[in-house]
């Protein structure tokens, strides 16, 4: 037991502690995936945001040129 | 030993480079997770950005109205 | 054989099982390494477009004060 405990020392435990480990990490990624979609859900709305506001600086620019030339 | 090889050969090695590869990984995962921070903050300067570049354009809309009614 | 299985009961399969999902974590934390890096991007355009956005507010409140004055 001693010889196998020198080449093969490795616990139950050991590889426990892994797992665990491990698991709690894909958690964390798992929470990452989701904050991912929420960003990319909020930026689709950002630049629809900023579009719309290009679109009504473009008017009102068209309406100064109006206005200047009245 | 040669029977425990086969059945249980898994060595420390095998489980020390595993320990080192999910270290890594977790430490990545952490990395994620505080530029993740930073993007939301960076979205809610954009949210205020954005709000408050509707409002002034909103109010040149009320300029536009009085300066064509004028 | 009993013995070292109750001490070092550890198969390779379960390593086995241990080093797979670990990998596949890997590659997850590198897809989202990937996004973060597109989202960075993103916000770099979203800055240049707000920043433009507000110059050309600023320019257009200058002329409101150009044709008001007028």
Same mark, same amino acid.
């Given at each position: =037991?001693?010889? =196998?405990?020198?080449?093969?020392?490795?616990?139950?435990?050991? *590889? +426990?502690?892994?797992?665990?480990? +491990? =698991?709690?990490?894909?958690?964390?990624?798992?929470? +990452?995936?989701?904050?991912?979609?929420?960003?990319?859900?909020?930026?689709?709305?950002?630049?629809?945001?900023?579009?719309?506001?290009?679109? +009504? *600086?473009?008017?009102? $620019?068209? *309406?100064? $040129?109006?206005?200047?030339?009245?």
């Amino acid at each position: =037991a001693q010889a =196998a405990e020198e080449q093969f020392g490795v616990s139950n435990q050991q *590889v +426990l502690v892994l797992s665990e480990t +491990l =698991a709690a990490t894909q958690q964390q990624v798992q929470q +990452l995936q989701e904050s991912y979609h929420e960003i990319v859900n909020a930026n689709k709305i950002f630049v629809d945001e900023i579009l719309h506001l290009q679109k +009504l *600086v473009r008017a009102q $620019n068209q *309406v100064h $040129n109006e206005l200047i030339n009245h």
